[in-house]
């Protein structure tokens, strides 16, 4: 097989692959909006973990909306949890929706695509050539950063019940290393037996009761 019809053959598969990934069932009401709204009546309930968990989501869906990052930071600060603070890698890379960024990086293989079925094209035309692989190889870019500052996220999770004690092992007995507060965002590391390994911003970790916390990426 050709080098160019591996090309085309990867461009597919990788094609498909996101097709697939956004032709995904989708709960009904987790939209952005459904899940600010959400996070909003946990919020007046008195449920900071709840509220920070769905407004976490609802920013996944909907980066920079200054809405869900207004009350994030208002929900965080009542229950006396540290602000957070975000990069401008982070801010600039989550300019769009995922899905959007999605299609946009579909389009940029696309248009590689087909600047190498058009290697054949005059001299003249060459400059063309170049430019398109340029604008595509950008398009699939934007949508690699995109993943880069959700990769955390994805690996994060929201403490939904005050007070959830720590453990150095993964057995409900012995005195918790430390306690963590309702709506304190960890870092996921593994499970085992109905408990999660967890890892704090400043860097402690132990283990935690999987009923204690929810992942933000369901």
């Not at 801010?91 to 990086?105: D, K, Q, T, Y």
């Not at 035309?125 to 950063?145: F, K, N, S, Y």
């Not at 996921?188 to 935690?208: C, K, P, Q, S, Y």
Request: proline letters at 7%; charged letters at 15%; glycine letters at 10%.
């Amino acid at each position: 097989m050709s080098t160019l019809a591996r090309t085309l053959c990867l461009v597919a598969g990788l094609q498909l692959g996101a097709l697939q990934a956004l032709a995904a069932p989708v709960p009904a009401g987790y939209s952005a909006a459904g899940l600010y709204n959400l996070a909003n009546s946990y919020a007046r309930a008195g449920k900071p973990g709840m509220a920070v968990l769905n407004y976490e989501r609802a920013r996944l869906l909907s980066p920079n909306d200054p809405d869900v990052e207004a009350n994030l930071q208002f929900v965080r600060s009542s229950a006396h949890l540290p602000a957070e603070t975000r990069s401008t890698f982070d801010r600039v890379a989550g300019v769009a929706s995922p899905s959007l960024l999605a299609w946009i990086g579909m389009a940029g293989l696309i248009v590689v695509g087909a600047c190498v079925l058009a290697g054949r094209l005059p001299a003249r035309h060459r400059h063309l050539r170049r430019a398109g692989i340029l604008l595509g190889v950008c398009m699939a870019g934007l949508t690699v950063c995109n993943g880069i500052a959700l990769w955390p996220k994805l690996h994060a999770g929201v403490v939904i019940v005050a007070a959830t004690p720590v453990r150095v092992s993964p057995v409900p007995m012995g005195d918790p290393l430390f306690t963590l507060p309702e709506g304190e965002t960890v870092k996921l590391a593994a499970e085992h037996e109905g408990f999660t390994l967890i890892r704090t911003r400043n860097g402690r970790a132990g283990w935690v009761s999987k009923a204690n916390i929810a992942a933000i990426a369901p």
